[in-house]
């Protein structure tokens, strides 16, 4: 039972909501204080380069070509292994889910070190395998670690799709093709919208890759312009413009689903489709599951343990256990943190609900949806004009992990709220607790599962978090992330080997957690 909506918030709870949401939006209206600083000339100068055409056109053929390839990859799959015969399907959509174990910079050393004049394949195949540099380099390695997104998004909608809405098509002289792009796919409408945004999300986010690869999209642009030009009017404008990108993109999705309706209208539960049997194809399947394995899996764990085996090359331990020790140093306090800046935004959400909480709540995923280096960028402009003291510390680095991964620690602890009474805080302030007391005494002890569940979920991406780690870290402190992006970028493959190998662990731990937040 809900808290009555009518009921009055309390000042203090609005007052911390609206602190942590000032906390998200103070640094972006920062960066456009920041960007209005230019003069009339020069501002025409700067939103007219030739450049920033170049930038968009670059960035929007990422964008667009990831998402072509990504739905033709995940799409395939997804059907594969929830309405096929094919067995060990379960089994097949782990597999197929673990790519999100491996972050993008990881990837990429995974096929430099596999690659090129020094890479393993020559060993193996007698001549050197081009390195994936470039449109077509950023392309590939972007689609084969964004699809899983895409890929749970569709394998979820077909589970749940009514097996009568196909018999319906068939009943009306429909073939297999003609009821799965008459019935079928117009039915995973809302599934394909949501991955695609997310993959949408990552691309325009993404800065590991394209730096590696070196193709020019906006992430890459802003970071060269703050680092070596160091014009910040530009990259204010730069990273503007990124952010009007992602809006339109979040614009987009909105938009389309808007009055969207495909819910059954008759009565009875809906039936679980049989199985389509493969035939002659199950060897074709099984390739294609096996190929985004293989090259998502199979080629960075190669590359890591050839490298960290190759003789002559021996391990740096001592620079590794500090790389570990800092990347959980900024890490462990940040999910802390956004724990609980988050929790007066979903106590408000689950206990008062109405316009002006769901308005605070998207605050949170505001943050989340800007671009990193973006974000990254908006707090350095704060910290310089408003807190200097806060400049290059690692008090930023915690501050800016813990807002930008906010969204990632509101669901499982709005989930913990939804599950605890209300009445056990009504019954508390009966016996004269205060509204503080009662929530800490009743309420809170039945958060810990939620709160956990979130606080691991965001120190485990701040661990393999490279933009914001880039921008904001202290000088000379460098974390996993960044001695991994910096060996690779000067083809260093035996010294990023040992480095990778604890991203990818501490990766994989955040699928398990993923799936397991699933199953519960």
Known sequence: MLAHPSRPIPKSLLFLA???????????????????????????????????????????????????????????????????????????????????????????????????????????????????????????????????????????????????????????????????????????????????LLVGLHVLGDFGVVSLVRYETFSYAIYLQYSSAFDRVYAAW?????????????????????????????????????????????????????????????????????WMLEPGHGVVWPSVWEALRNSAQASAPAALLAALLVLPLAYLGVRYPGRLSRMLERVAYLGYAT??????????????????????????????????????????????LYQAPPRLEEAARSLGYTALQAFRRATLPLLRRGMLAGMALVFLSAMKELPLTFLLAPVGYSTLATRIWGYTADAMFAEAAPYALWVVLFSALFVGLLLSQERR
Request: aromatic residues 12%; positive net charge.
């Open 238 to 306: 730069l990273a503007l413009m990124l952010l009007l990108l992602t809006g339109s993109l979040l614009w987009l999705e909105a938009r389309l689903l808007k009055n969207l309706s495909l819910s059954r209208v008759g009565q009875g539960s809906a039936r679980p489709a049989a199985p389509v049997p493969l035939g002659a194809w199950t060897l074709p399947a099984y390739a294609l599951l096996l190929l985004p394995v293989l090259g998502a899996l199979g080629v960075p764990l190669v590359s890591i343990l050839y």
């Open 18 to 196: 609206f602190l942590v949401g000032l906390g998200v939006l103070l640094p972006l209206v920062y960066l456009v204080l920041r960007a209005a600083q230019a003069e009339p000339a020069q501002l025409v100068e700067i939103v007219l380069r030739p450049r920033n055409l170049q930038l968009l056109l670059n960035t929007l053929a990422l964008l667009l070509g990831v998402l072509v390839f990504s739905t033709l990859l995940a799409l395939p799959l997804a059907w594969l292994t929830s309405r096929s015969s094919l067995r060990g399907k379960r089994f097949w959509a782990l597999l197929l889910t673990l790519p999100l174990a491996v972050p993008g910079y990881v990837g990429v050393f995974g096929f430099f070190g596999a690659t090129g004049a020094s890479g393993w394949l020559r060993d193996w195949l007698g001549f050197p395998w081009p390195r994936p540099t470039g449109y077509w380099g950023a392309l590939g390695v972007l689609t084969l670690f964004t699809y899983p997104y895409l890929f749970l998004n569709l394998r979820a909608a077909l589970l749940g799709l009514d097996r009568s809405l196909e018999e319906s098509a068939r009943s009306l002289g429909y073939g297999g093709w003609q009821a799965f792009f008459r019935v079928v796919l117009p039915q995973l409408r809302p599934a394909l919208y949501a991955g695609w």
């Open 371 to 416: 671009p990193p280096l973006a974000f990254a960028l908006a707090l350095i402009f704060f910290s310089l004009r408003g807190a200097p003291f806060l400049y290059q510390t690692l008090a930023l680095l915690v501050l800016a992990y813990a807002l930008h991964f906010l969204a990632e620690a509101i669901g499982p602890i709005r989930s913990a």
